[in-house]
């Protein structure tokens, strides 16, 4: 009953428990009007139920609202914070990594500030300086291997701000965590002008001194003493492509006997670079040899082992130098090359082996992939590549790629680009059989070695077999005979001219025994078979002739030449239906040589095809041709 009671009041009070039974005896007993005001009541009861559980129904959603709001805020708040502290993390890693130059406003006389020569604009004018120095500093070492390296946090000015901002928090955290070199200074009179000091931290201070009328050019002075201070290998690298030979060497000495693990790493193997130059082949290759002893990964240093054997003309050898070379690329554990220039280096090193074994054509792509990428090597790279493009009969290309090669800025390397500039114009010419075109590029010599004398140690087994050959071929027979009787022994190219001049001579014992002395130190190396094959050929000795251009083609199934003579021998032994295979062949390797479109379409049409003779005929009239190549074509395309 209790219960019930508690029900019952519970109904009332929320105005939708009225018993219907006793709502008709009250409805029954009262007058219409009174009855009419109770219905009213009773409506408006429930109309004011209605509205109030539908303000409850709202503050409820709101309330959900409210809380899902709240949690979304709190998640924002973390992201926030997590955002923040990883902005935070960021910086304080990005200032430990600092290794920028900060040069702060120097103090100078009231005088000279009232006349606009402020602390900040010296300051200015040393940061313009060495900004200059530093975008003129040509070099193959990755920037992550100096120690101070200004390329990702610059020079910059360090001029205070006032009040707290992120740059002064950045600020705070690169002078307590960073490794950047400040650089502070002043200006003061002396009896004679003015000094100029820059100091530089843990480096020391740098002074120079002279009239106030070359405050300009003391600032200039006073910019390369700070490089030279601060950044001592860029320094010497900037020398050296400034024609300052003689102090890059200077400093490159002394920085490979004082300087920090990489830098001497570094310095080691350019400074066999700068020795070749100017004191000769010799100094660089032992030098060189140093370096690697120093550090046996020295990448560079072994690749620049590799170069100076190949201008030695010991072709096996550069081999040999070049595959270790690239055995230590692929560990590349002293980073001395980025990922990128890795890749683009070790495309240019297979270039490298390619063209030492008479694969022109693929040498030829390597060597563009890496004048592309913007390495440093670009220059003497592009000469060596016309000299590539020559050697397999593309005399327009290797012409086009000669004159490209002025148009690249000049690296540190200033006589070797020259001496694969002249040793290249030389090479087109000789494949053109312009032999006095060749002695007139010789002409080039001299100015070179006036100016860098250590290139002339070079000459030998590099220009002179040219050289003595293109004499010979122009009746200079003595001369020729001088010439090549002063080169060394074992220089495979000299040993080939030898040969050659004694073909030209009609001496074919004498020939046939420095091709076999060629051999004999370079058995893997396919051009002494090509040349006494072609010397057999010219001589009628067919088969002798095949069997040598067999072993060029094993040594090197993508050089064309031994294709191209071995089938003229087989055309005239008759077989131009095999004669044409080998032109086939050969085509996918040297496509632009004229004499080899001229012979392919004479089989053509020894074999009934005239119509591809005639197409084989007039692509060889597009391109070079030797005058006696000019006029067997003018006869067989009319024939």
């Known amino acids: 009953m209790a219960e019930e009671t508690e029900q019952d009041t519970g109904a009332e009070a929320s105005g939708g428990g009225v018993d219907p039974a006793a709502m008709a005896l009250a409805l029954n007993g009262a007058s219409r009007?009174?009855?009419d005001n109770f219905l009213r009541n009773q409506n408006a009861l429930i109309a004011d139920q209605r509205r109030h559980l539908h303000e409850q129904f709202k503050q409820l959603r709101l309330n959900i609202w409210e809380k899902r709001l709240g949690v979304l805020l709190r998640i924002a708040t973390g992201f926030v914070g997590l955002a923040v502290a990883a902005g935070v993390a960021f910086m304080i890693w990005d200032a430990s990594q600092s290794s920028g130059l900060l040069i702060e406003p120097f103090s100078v006389p009231p005088d000279l500030a009232a006349r606009g020569m402020t602390g900040e604009v010296v300051a200015a004018k040393l940061l313009d300086h060495l900004s200059e120095m530093q975008a003129q500093t040509i070099s193959l070492r990755p920037a992550k291997s100096y120690i101070n390296d200004w390329g990702q946090a610059g020079i910059k000015l360090d001029i205070p701000e006032t009040g707290v901002s992120l740059t002064e928090l950045?600020?705070?955290?690169?002078?307590?965590?960073?490794?950047?070199?400040?650089?502070?200074?002043?200006?003061?009179?002396?009896?004679?002008?003015?000094?100029?000091?820059?100091?530089?931290?843990?480096?020391?201070?740098?002074?120079v001194s002279g009239s106030e009328a070359d405050l300009d050019g003391l600032v200039r002075q006073l910019s390369e003493s700070v490089y030279r201070a601060t950044q001592p290998f860029r320094y010497g690298m900037y020398l050296a492509s400034h024609d300052r030979l003689a102090e890059a060497v200077s400093?490159?000495?002394?920085?490979?006997?004082?300087?920090?693990?990489?830098?001497?790493l570094w310095s080691s193997q350019i400074l066999g670079q700068f020795s070749g130059e100017q004191d000769g082949i010799d100094s660089e290759l032992d030098l060189e040899q140093r370096a690697v002893a120093f550090a046996p990964n020295n990448i560079v240093a072994q690749v620049f082992i590799a170069a100076v054997h190949e201008d030695k003309s010991l072709p096996e050898q550069d081999i040999h130098d070049v595959k270790i070379a690239l055995s230590l690329l692929s560990n590349n554990g002293q980073e001395m090359y980025t990922g990128s220039a890795a890749v683009t280096e070790a495309i240019s090193l297979q270039a490298r082996i390619d063209r030492q074994l008479g694969d022109f054509y693929d040498a030829a792509q390597g060597s563009t992939a890496l004048i592309q990428s913007g390495n440093p090597s670009a220059p003497p790279t592009a000469a060596q590549l016309a000299a590539m493009e020559a050697r397999n009969h593309d005399l327009a290309a290797a012409r086009a790629t000669i004159i490209d090669v002025a148009s690249y800025q000049i690296d540190y390397r200033h006589g070797y680009t020259m001496l694969y500039s002249i040793e290249s114009r030389m090479q087109i010419n000789s494949e053109a059989q312009d032999w006095a075109g060749v002695l007139t590029d010789a002409d080039a010599i001299a100015p070179m070695v006036q100016k860098f004398s250590g290139m002339r140690s070079f000459l030998p087994t590099t220009v002179v077999p040219l050289t003595a050959y293109a004499e010979a071929r122009l009746g200079k027979i003595a001369d020729a005979e001088k010439h090549i009787s002063a080169t060394p022994?074992?220089?495979?190219?000299?040993?080939?001219?030898?040969?050659?001049?004694?073909?030209?001579?009609?001496?074919?014992?004498?020939?046939?025994?420095?091709f076999a002395r060629a051999i004999d130190g370079q058995k893997s190396i396919p051009f002494a078979y090509t040349y006494w094959g072609e010397a057999l050929l010219d001589r009628g000795d067919l088969d002798g002739?095949?069997?040598?251009?067999?072993i060029a083609n094993q040594k090197c199934p993508k050089f064309a030449d031994p294709l191209e003579g071995w089938g003229e021998a087989l055309m005239a032994k008759n077989r131009s239906d095999l004669a044409l295979a080998k032109f086939t062949e050969a085509e996918k390797y040297a496509p632009n040589w004229g004499r080899l479109h001229l012979k392919r379409g004479e089989a053509l049409g020894f074999a009934g095809k005239k119509d591809e003779a005639q197409k084989q005929f007039a692509q060889a009239a597009g391109l070079d041709l030797s005058n006696d190549d000019k006029a067997e074509l003018a006869k067989v395309s009319h024939g």
Request: hydrophobic share 35%; aromatic share 6%.
């Open 33 to 35: 009007e009174e009855a």
């Open 170 to 207: 950045d600020d705070f955290l690169r002078e307590k965590l960073g490794h950047d070199t400040h650089i502070t200074g002043e200006i003061v009179r002396t009896a004679s002008g003015v000094s100029l000091t820059a100091r530089t931290g843990g480096e020391g201070a740098e002074s």
């Open 251 to 264: 400093i490159n000495r002394t920085v490979a006997e004082t300087g920090s693990k990489l830098d001497r």
């Open 489 to 514: 022994a074992d220089c495979y190219d000299c040993l080939l001219a030898r040969a050659r001049i004694a073909e030209v001579e009609g001496q074919h014992g004498r020939a046939d025994y420095w």
């Open 545 to 550: 002739a095949i069997a040598k251009f067999t």
